[in-house]
Nanobody
């Protein structure tokens, strides 16, 4: 299983971005997918999670500006970020908890990260 994150870039404050994370390979079930981010000099922090059923949960500080969604048919999750702030600058990492085969265990997989820079 591989996760491919994309959609990052340089954005002005107040702008928006939509990050994508596509899972490929042997995927029997997706339990949940989500995003973390790591700003320069800081620890990686959890941003949001979406279950395979569609239920979502967000870090308290991200509620309102971040929207996570999941396209089950494409095994792809998205993170819409609005009203971007300079403090949103970070590498955004996607993850997924996936069962590759019917009788396999759930495994955690990570994408390579996509850089989001918010600056004027």
């Amino acid at each position: 299983v591989q996760l491919q994150a994309s959609g990052g870039g340089l954005v002005q404050p107040g702008g928006s971005l939509r990050l994508s994370c596509a899972a490929s390979g042997s995927i029997f079930n997706i339990n949940d997918m989500g995003w973390y981010r790591q700003a320069p000099g800081k620890q990686r922090e959890w941003v949001a999670t979406i279950a395979g059923t569609g239920s979502t949960i967000y870090a308290e500080s991200e509620k309102g500006r971040f929207t996570i969604s999941l396209d089950n048919a494409k095994n792809t999750e998205y993170l819409q970020i609005n009203s971007l702030k300079p403090e949103d600058t970070a590498v955004y990492y996607c993850y997924a908890r996936i069962r590759p085969y019917l009788y396999s265990n759930w495994n955690d997989y990570w994408g390579q990260g996509t850089q989001v820079t918010v600056s004027s």
